[in-house]
């Protein structure tokens, strides 16, 4: 699905969510409200709720795109997950205001979607006045009261504003975080020093999670969290999540600024080994796959540069096909090899391989082959000149 070009996904984990929350409204919140519903109309109200709820979140997701776009970020996908949304930027933001006002747009939509709804769920609501009474009685009876129309609004609403709230937590990566991020940053003027802040609440926030979840667990009544061993358990698991997060913008913020200015020149591999054309595939194995630690070899026609064969391409072949195959039919075509420059940021360079899913990219100067950047020596580089630890991968 695309939506103002950018695509839309989908993740596996939304069904377990969605799956929950319609359950829990369709079998706990509506009979609860309503003792007069029927089944069927408990759960017609509660999977509406459930898809409008995903509408919502993709709504504050696309508002953090719109707002990234504007700012000259390109998002190419959102991704809707168990924890709700996830946009894929492309870079980070430069300047602090970019960051400030595409983090902070996405809880002010959900703010916005949640009292919309309950003012819709409110106007003409029959029984109003009975409300106005203030006495618990009457509100049970203006709830038991909504048609299944207005309870779906009044339950969207009141998560949505849970969804801003919950957004608006200064712990980094959540938006609150973000928000927090971009103000350390336009304080100090050091992103570094900013981040490691941030990301350092965020764990704090995450690890407090994580101790109410167990205490719950372990039997503790909470005051707003609850108590229950599988809210308990629900906390720890956004904790624990939340604590990774934060930990992986930290480390890939240290693995940016170490690779960023680098060029890809510096620490690709010069020697190549070539191979041509009419080689049988089972010599391309013995003598040079097995022979060196190179991954994937520019094939040579006589001067000129016909493709680039992989070790994935040979795998992909049959074994008792090597010998009669020559590396012409199971090469890439230059036409569909990926190639860099030797100016290429290295940083750059390993975003292609892990969007690509490579892990090599072919490093071409002046229509000639100038070297090979792989991932291996990319990390490698990184991990001699870079933060003491570093993730696999960007
Ligand atoms: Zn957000």
Request: proline share 6%; aromatic share 8%.
């Amino acid at each position: 699905m695309r939506i103002a070009g950018i695509d839309i996904t989908v993740d596996w984990s939304l069904l377990i969510i969605f799956a929950l929350i319609a359950t829990s409204l369709a079998l706990g919140q509506f009979p609860q409200w309503h003792p007069a519903w029927g089944p069927l109309t408990c759960w017609l109200t509660a999977l509406a709720a459930a898809l409008l709820f995903f509408a919502s979140v993709l709504a504050h997701e696309l508002s953090h795109s719109l707002v990234g776009r504007a700012n000259g970020i390109q998002v190419k996908r959102i991704t809707l997950f168990v924890f709700g949304g996830m946009a894929q930027m492309e870079h980070e933001p430069d300047r602090w205001p970019a960051e400030l006002w595409m983090a902070i747009v996405g809880p002010i939509t959900s703010l916005i979607i949640g009292l919309l709804c309950i003012l819709a769920a409110g106007i003409g609501a029959p029984g109003a006045a009975a409300a106005q009474a203030g006495n618990v009685p009457a509100l049970e009876r203006l709830l038991a009261g909504l048609d299944p129309g207005r309870t779906l609004l009044l339950w969207l609403g009141q998560i949505n504003i849970v969804l801003a709230i919950f957004n608006l937590v200064p712990a980094f990566p959540l938006d609150g975080g973000r928000v927090l991020r971009a103000i350390l940053w336009g304080t100090t003027h050091d992103l570094r020093r900013a981040t490691r802040l941030a990301s350092a609440l965020g764990q704090a926030f995450a690890w407090m999670l994580i101790a109410a979840g167990i205490a719950m667990m372990l039997g503790a009544s909470l005051p707003y969290f609850g108590s229950g061993a599988a809210n308990g358990i629900w906390l720890a698991f956004i904790g624990w999540f939340l604590n990774n997060a934060a930990l992986m913008s930290y480390r890939q913020l240290l693995t940016r600024e170490h690779l960023q200015d680098v060029p890809v020149g510096r620490l690709m591999l010069r020697q190549l080994e070539t191979v041509w054309p009419d080689m049988p595939v089972d010599m391309l194995v013995s003598n040079f796959l097995l022979r060196t630690d190179q991954r994937a070899f520019p094939v040579v026609e006589g001067d000129r540069l016909a493709g680039l064969v992989c070790q994935r391409d040979v795998e992909r072949l049959p074994q008792a096909q090597r010998h009669s195959t020559s590396v012409r039919d199971i090469m890439k075509p230059m036409s569909q090899v990926v190639v860099a420059h030797p100016n290429d940021d290295a940083l750059d360079v390993l975003n292609l391989l892990a969007q690509r899913d490579i892990n090599q990219v072919l490093v071409m100067e002046d229509g000639r082959v100038a070297g090979l950047a792989r991932r291996a020596d990319i990390l490698r580089w990184l991990a001699l000149h870079g933060p003491a630890k570093v993730p696999p991968g960007p």
